[in-house]
């Protein structure tokens, strides 16, 4: 029993310094430890609404403070609490006047102003940067507001915030546990910002630093290092909801900014201490080039007016280049005394990244322990401590004083080890419900597994011998996870509807039930609607042709309806006969398997297109145009899609289309003739950009607002919604297929020369098909079903490459074959599909847009038209 009391001190103490989720204790509002002096105010409205009245669940004077007469929306009172010492505060709680059912006075929100000296005083705000916290309804219901991140502080100051004049009065209570790391500041780098090529895009600064930020130095202040917010092993993933790659940790790159191989830190103290030992909480992803730090050597400064010490401590630590687990490295201090310390941590690879850092002096006992053994979280004669209500609706709830530390330490250990047996139960019940629902479920009598080669990335099919068939349950040596069931794209079902469908009942079901006709569109479905379904004659694509497809100028083409016609002739082309001659060459924009796009000049090409014509801007005389080319030595495949292509752009007109303006195919070389796109291509464009700052301006840094994000995304939208309208499946919407011109104004096209360029993009399958399937809803992978519905989910894709500035590319973490896996998940939409996180540039109203967008039934993803009107009211006009 000790020793198992002695694993759960140590793996609680493993948190670190202060776990957030067990320093929830009353402080003593309600019960009288903060005393009466120790709670002031900017103003009383009379002696019976004096400040000391404000104690939580207390009905004692007039029942509450109230400040003088009534609170403007610009007034800034407040009632102030000194705590005494150094605080770790993590919860408030208020209420209103109630004054046995007389009062009706309360804050409906307020603000937070903390000091730790009682002279600097400082704004809290949340997260996201929102200062204000909603607060009370009524004037007898508690609100608890916890505080993400949680304030380090002695005084605070709570100001409520009206947005009408009115009389407001409040209780409060505040919760936490003593600071007893007695850290005051700590100054490092500033953290920096991880960006493609070779790295994927995560900012690692720390965004809740209280100090001052002077020569890209953090001073003065604490921040995500102490907010005892551990970070996860994959730097990448956050524990708060709704904040970017990295968030958790404060990380630096070797090589840059003078970081010389280290990162030097200065940690100030209340006091005097006797150091035993600094935990540091480092990331050891090193698949991603980071690791924690090689050595640390640490100077100590025994007052404040001293110099530094001459002898530091030296620790090098053990690298780890199995394990990638972020871990607590703690370095033994040798009890020397200090009031502050400078250390320099030595880089083992060229990112290191910390989330947390923690000190134990000697004289200090473990705050870990503090929340065991009970003692008065404040200094003070009793020894009451009332941990926070789990809810707001019973906020006078409270455990018993108890004294007996060895009674509660026996409490916990048995709590803990229920817990265990409930989690353990749990899991084998889950374990046992998820075979049981998958057992029927198996379906693969072979399979066929993909990899890519290492020297390449051709893939290799490997075939395993098919193992007889039997009903049900896999047996090939691949599937050894009875949890999970792959589904393979590759799959010889894949390629044939009906044994699909004997074999995915569910699959083919629920294709019916959220889209139209059945999983596949075979020449018998007709029952869909015009906007979900394609017919022979409308512009179509056959559902099982995908390994069939083949690109004209790159390596395939998937905007190109699968006509019936196998050859088309001149007949069928209504574009105009340009004179090739009059194409002068002025420079290559692209380059794919199957031919290239050049900037040409086009002379006399006004005169040509006539009057009536939309014309393209012109430089002089002559016109600015793309050509697209097919090569002289083209197989006839891609000599009838290039010419099934043209056919297609010359029915398409709408602003934000781009448009065909004529054709030399009378002769070879085939070509099409196209407006000139100044802007290149969007995903080019914003990948080069950064969002506007007075960073950028000052830099003279190329720069897109968030306004200009916004109407490039309508724009989208609107091309779209022409295209819907049109019944034409787009199938490869993404931003490399938007050309941009000079004036931002966004043209959908989809020239298969972009394929070359972002290769990786696309999933190939050797000599057949290539597929976008990071922008490809879950029936276009699993069921090859392209629909506008398809095209909506791509759309949402193209609005998160667009709010990222295409810094990284969808699910980046994934490989090819996760995200064919994850497509499974959101078909069986129980909770384990992977979505694309939100970005920060995102407004949250957007984001929930795009998630609309990847819904897993067909009914619920928006219509472009939905999504147009949707987005159109965000842009200023
Ligand atoms: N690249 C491919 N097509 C283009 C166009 N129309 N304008 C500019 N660049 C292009």
Not at 313 to 336: G, H
Not at 695 to 709: K, Q
Request: glycine share 6%; aromatic share 10%.
């Amino acid at each position: 029993m000790h020793l198992f009391l002695l694993l759960i001190l140590q793996a609680i103490a493993a948190f670190g310094q202060i776990d957030p989720t067990h320093c929830r204790y009353a402080l003593g509002m309600e019960d009288g430890r903060i005393k009466d002096d120790d709670i002031t105010a900017s103003s009383q409205w009379y002696e019976t609404t004096a400040p000391h009245y404000a104690r939580f669940n207390r009905e004692e004077g007039d029942g509450a403070w109230c400040p003088e007469g009534q609170l403007e929306p610009s007034d800034s009172q407040y009632l102030q609490v000194d705590l005494g010492r150094l605080t770790f505060l993590t919860v408030v709680g208020t209420q209103g006047r109630y004054a046995r059912n007389s009062g009706k006075e309360y804050a409906r929100a307020y603000r937070l102003n903390y000091s730790r000296d009682g002279l600097l005083w400082k704004s809290w705000r949340n997260r996201l940067g929102n200062p204000v916290m909603d607060a009370n309804k009524n004037a007898y219901t508690s609100v608890i507001n916890d505080l993400h991140p949680p304030i380090i502080t002695r005084y605070i100051r709570l100001i409520p915030v009206t947005k009408l004049s009115t009389t407001v009065c409040m209780r409060v209570e505040l919760y936490g546990c003593p600071w007893d790391d007695g850290l005051i500041s700590y100054s490092a780098p500033e953290g920096q910002l991880m960006m493609p090529p070779g790295y994927p895009s995560a900012s690692l600064n720390d965004s809740t630093y209280d100090g001052a930020h002077e020569r890209r130095r953090l001073f003065g202040g604490l921040g995500q290092l102490t907010d005892g917010v551990i970070g996860l092993d994959n730097f990448l993933l956050t524990r708060q909801y709704n904040v970017w790659p990295g968030y958790d940790y404060l990380g630096w790159r070797n090589d840059s900014l003078g970081t010389q191989g280290y990162v030097e830190m200065e940690f100030v103290f209340d006091r005097q201490r006797n150091f035993t030992s600094m935990k540091v909480h480092s990331n050891n992803m090193f698949s991603r080039g980071v690791k924690i730090f090689s050595s640390v050597s640490c100077w100590f400064k025994p007052r404040l007016i001293a110099g530094w010490e001459v002898e530091p401590v030296v620790f090098k630590t053990v690298l780890d280049d199995r394990n990638p687990s972020a871990r607590y490295v703690t370095v033994p201090l040798n009890r020397r005394t200090a009031k502050s310390l400078r250390c320099r941590f030595y880089f083992a690879d060229v990112w290191m990244m910390f989330s947390e850092i923690s000190f134990q002096s000697e004289d200090t006992i473990l705050p870990t322990q503090m929340t065991l053994v009970v003692t008065s979280p404040l200094a003070s004669e009793e020894s009451t401590v009332t941990p926070i209500p789990e809810t707001a609706a019973n906020p006078s709830a409270s455990v018993p004083p108890e004294g007996n530390t060895a009674i509660l330490i026996g409490c916990l250990v048995t709590i803990i080890l229920l817990l265990v047996i409930i989690i353990f139960l749990i899991l084998w019940c889950q374990y046992v419900c998820k075979v049981l629902e998958k057992a029927p479920r198996r379906i693969h009598d072979e399979e066929m597994t993909v990899r890519l080669s290492s020297c390449s990335d051709t893939i290799i099919l490997q075939t395993p011998p098919v193992p007889p068939r039997s009903g049900h349950g896999p047996s090939g040596p691949a599937n050894t996870d009875p949890h999970y069931e792959r589904v393979f794209l590759l799959d010889p079902q894949y390629q044939n509807p009906a044994m699909l469908r004997n074999k995915l009942p569910e699959l083919s079901q629920s294709a019916e039930a959220s889209a139209c006709g059945g999983g596949y569109a075979e020449p018998d479905v007709t029952q869909c609607t015009p906007h979900q379904c394609f017919h022979n004659n409308a512009p179509h694509y056959a559902e099982t042709d995908i390994v069939r497809l083949q690109g004209v100028t790159g390596s395939n083409m998937y905007a190109v309806p699968a006509l019936t016609v196998d050859s088309l002739t001149r007949k069928d082309i209504s574009a105009a006969e340009f004179p090739r001659q009059q194409l002068i060459f002025r420079e290559k924009l692209g380059e794919g398997q199957f031919g290239e796009v050049h900037l040409c000049e086009a002379e006399g090409l006004l005169e040509f297109l006539g009057e009536g014509s939309p014309l393209p801007d012109r430089d002089g005389h002559s016109v600015l145009v793309a050509v697209k080319q097919l090569r002289a030595d083209a197989t006839s495949q891609a000599r009838n899609d290039f010419l099934k292509e043209i056919k297609i752009m010359s029915r398409l007109n709408d602003p934000n289309i781009i448009r065909l303006l004529c054709v030399c195919v009378s002769s070879d070389p085939l070509c099409m003739v196209t407006e000139y796109m100044e802007n290149g291509d969007l995903n080019m464009f914003l990948s080069q950009r950064e969002i506007e700052s007075t960073l950028t301006h000052a830099n003279n840094i190329p720069s897109v607002s968030l306004s200009n994000l916004l109407h490039m995304s309508v724009q989208i939208a609107s091309g779209m919604k022409y295209l819907a309208s049109l019944n034409f499946v787009h199938r490869d919407l993404a931003t490399r297929n938007c050309l941009l011109d000079r004036r931002l104004t966004i043209k959908i096209a989809d020239f298969g020369m972009s394929r070359n360029l972002y290769s990786s993009d696309y999933y190939r399958i050797q000599g057949r098909a290539v597929l976008p399937i990071r922008w490809m809803a879950w029936e276009s992978i699993l069921l090859g079903k392209f629909t506008t519905a398809s095209d909506v989910w791509a759309f949402g894709v193209t609005l998160w490459e667009i709010f990222t500035l295409c810094k990284e590319q969808p699910y980046s973490l994934l490989s090819d074959e996760q995200v064919i896996e994850n497509s499974g998940e959101f078909f069986r939409n129980q909770g384990r599909q992977i979505f694309l996180y939100a970005p920060p540039l995102c407004p949250p109203s957007l984001f929930e847009l795009m998630m609309r967008c990847w819904s897993r039934d067909i009914p619920n993803r928006p219509s472009f038209e939905g999504l147009f009107q949707a987005l159109r009211p965000h842009v200023n006009q």
